[in-house]
């Protein structure tokens, strides 16, 4: 019988500072993504809310049937002149009866 023979293995402490700096760092790291990702949600809950509110001023815009919001409003006179523009348009007598303040 012979005797078997094993190599003595030592087992070296390792240093478990390093693991523990890059355990904290991921773990930081993880910390900040998870806090981005919950600015991100609530940024987007807002933003749909807002989007919600624009569409229903937008149906209101268009139900309440005001086109020309904001534009001036024509005075019966000018409302006239228009409507004689449009008449004569294309006759060759617009630049007669209608100069141009250009000139």
């Known amino acids: 019988m012979t005797k078997e023979v094993k190599p003595e293995v030592k087992e070296e402490a390792k240093p478990t500072e390093p693991i523990k700096e890059e355990v904290n ?8 993504a998870n806090d981005a ?29 005001k086109a020309d919001a904001g534009q001036p409003q024509l005075t019966e006179e000018e409302k006239g002149i228009e409507q004689a523009k449009a008449l004569i348009a294309g006759s060759g007598f617009e630049d007669r009866l209608f100069p141009s303040k250009k000139k």
């Open 37 to 65: 990702a919950d600015r991100l949600e609530a940024a987007n809950k807002e933003s749909e809310k807002l989007k919600k509110e624009l569409e229903i001023l937008q149906a209101n815009t268009a139900l309440d049937g």
């Open 25 to 32: 760092k991921s773990t930081e790291l993880i910390d900040k």
